[in-house]
């Protein structure tokens, strides 16, 4: 309908209104029976919206507990014609707003109420209601009420990079969750904080500041993230990674349970995100970078697999091996080499010359196409936008070199930490390889009136890639990296953990000239009936061992408890 014909609507309506009021059951008449609509429209047209957000789905934890879409700031709206002391209101609505005093003191002077951004009342100089806090005078005041504004996004920033954001009109997911389901978030209404005002725009006594919550969106998502355990990631991560991921996958189902980057930012704030040199709004866990030693895990299932070793076969390492004419040096270089060495112990202490040795004897074919198998060059299927399928190389054209650089991880391989996480699972749960997933269930907003009945997804049949056989094996080879080897650091004392390190070169070096390397630890605990897989990735973080290793112990002593065996 016309603005216009409503307008008239409106005001026919308020006649009958004034011209029945003393007709009781006449005027009961109206507003009952014929007065619904119209009374409807002209409250519309009494509501003065202080503040609007497009309606979104709310994006739900596995637990059903909300990562966007349902949270609340603090907020203040004003009412000029009924402020008592306006100095006080004038200098806290200066102070939190940032602005000047007598441009405030202007806003004040006219009727219309106004609300003060709910971002600038989250700062400290608001510590809110206290009777201590600076304001109380001002937040007592008869034209001042403090509301609770509801944010799509939480405060607190956590799964920021899972989440994603919109684009600047609210309405359009731009990354993470956001972007993949946007058919199902995004709504065609907008919420509204609104206050009732008369016809010369005083407020209505009783009715004060509401929130009109608008159509909802077609649906929400319920994630396989657990709220709890993604905070905890973040919150060690904060404490320990500058830049890196991590990734926590429940081997038996694939299940992401939590996924994370740093550096992070705040979907409601995407313009300073934007500006940033560190480049926050990349989610490097869907980010390929090399690998280095934590490929030698796929050497040795693939020399397993294959029967070309076993955890007795003995090397000897003079600390480099020459291949074709070019020098391969183990880290134990310096020390002389690692001598006489097991296969075992090789991985325990991730000796290149032994695993250089083992994939030229399994040959470059078989190396390839088990790494593709095990999810490698390709993406995962997870569908979030910006993940990167990384890098294989080609098997048919690789020279002696080049295979001896694959088996350490170096050359022509990238692999992302989901995909390492995507690894490790199969070795965790004896052998299956399982598209991880994120999404556990579209929840439609009105399950009695949509088309669309709730929608869970279910994890896809896994694929045998290693044999249970080779499994304990390796998981064997890899309790070795926790108990004695290069990852100590990562060792659970409750219930054991394995993995294996990875100190990646980057090809860059520091202001000293030393080679920069990335830090990887990818492993599982417990070590009986292995429930996470966890992968640390630390940009430029050096040493796998030092690095990585004691992030993944922290993160797998507090995620265990937050993730019964029962669950
Ligand atoms: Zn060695």
Redesign the pocket.
């Known amino acids: 309908m016309p603005e216009k014909t409503s307008l008239r609507v409106c005001g026919l309506a308020r006649i009958f209104l004034v011209v029945f009021s003393v007709l009781v059951a006449r005027m009961a008449f109206v507003q009952l029976v014929i007065g619904e609509d119209l009374a409807e429209r002209c409250r519309d047209q009494r509501a003065l919206a202080l503040a609007t957000m497009p309606v979104r789905g709310a994006i739900y934890d596995r637990n059903m507990r909300a990562l966007a879409g349902d949270f609340k700031k603090p907020a203040v709206v004003v009412f000029p014609g009924s402020v008592k002391s306006l100095e006080s209101v004038a200098g806290m609505v200066a102070e939190v707003a940032g602005a000047p005093t007598d441009r405030v003191l202007s806003r004040l002077s006219s009727p219309a109420p106004f609300l003060v951004p709910a971002g600038i009342l989250s700062s400290p100089a608001f510590a809110a209601t206290s009777p201590a806090a600076p304001y109380t005078e001002a937040l007592r005041d008869p034209g001042v009420v403090v509301v609770e504004q509801p944010v799509r996004y939480d405060p607190e920033g956590i799964g920021a990079h899972v989440i994603g954001y919109v684009d600047p009109s609210g309405r359009h997911g731009m990354s993470g969750v956001e972007a993949l389901l946007d058919r199902y978030l995004s709504g065609e209404d907008e919420a509204k904080v609104a206050v009732f005002t008369d016809a010369k725009g005083a407020p209505l006594r009783g009715l004060g500041v509401r929130w009109l919550p608008g159509k909802p969106a077609r649906a929400g998502v319920r994630l396989t993230i657990d709220r709890d355990i993604q905070a905890l990631v973040e919150q060690v991560m904060d404490d320990t990674i500058k830049r890196g991921a991590v990734v926590v996958m429940d081997p038996r189902s694939g299940d992401v349970l939590a996924m994370a980057s740093r550096p992070t930012f705040r979907p409601d704030d995407i313009a300073t995100a934007m500006k940033d040199p560190a480049s926050p709004l990349v989610n490097r866990a869907l980010s390929a970078y090399p690998p280095g030693s934590v490929f030698k895990v796929v050497v040795a299932a693939a020399a397993l697999e294959a029967g070309t070793a076993s955890l007795r076969d003995t090397f000897h ?1 003079a ?1 480099y091996v020459d291949v074709g004419g070019v020098r391969f040096k ?3 270089y310096e020390q002389g ?2 001598g006489d ?1 097991t296969f075992l112990d ?1 991985m325990a ?6 695993f250089i040795a083992t994939a030229l004897r399994v040959g470059a074919p078989r190396l390839v196409d088990l790494a593709q198998r095990l999810g490698l060059g390709a993406t995962t299927g997870i569908a979030l936008p910006g993940e990167q399928a990384g890098v294989l190389p080609d098997a048919r054209s690789m020279s002696p070199q080049d295979v001896a650089n694959l088996a350490i991880g170096q050359g022509r391989i990238t692999v992302t930490p989901l995909q390492v996480a995507v690894m490790m699972s199969a070795v965790a749960n004896g052998g299956l390889v399982r598209r991880p997933r994120l999404v556990m269930e579209i929840v439609p907003s009105d399950p009695s009136a949509s088309q669309m009945a709730a929608r869970t997804i279910r994890p896809e049949d896994p694929v045998r890639v290693l044999s249970e056989d080779t499994c304990h094996q390796l998981v064997f080879m890899l309790e070795t990296v926790t108990r004695w080897g290069t990852g100590t650091a990562a060792w659970v004392a409750e219930g054991g953990s394995c993995g294996k390190t990875g100190s990646a070169e980057t090809g860059k070096v520091d202001g000293t000239g030393s080679p920069l390397a990335h830090a990887w630890f990818a492993g599982f605990a417990p070590l009986s009936e292995p429930r996470l897989v966890i992968v640390v990735f630390v940009e430029e973080g050096m040493s796998g061992g030092k690095t990585a290793a004691p992030v993944f112990a922290r993160i797998a002593n507090g995620a265990l408890k937050l993730y019964p065996a029962a669950k």
């Open positions: 390492d600390g183990c880290h134990s080499g690692h060495i090789a202490y991730s000796c290149n010359t032994a």
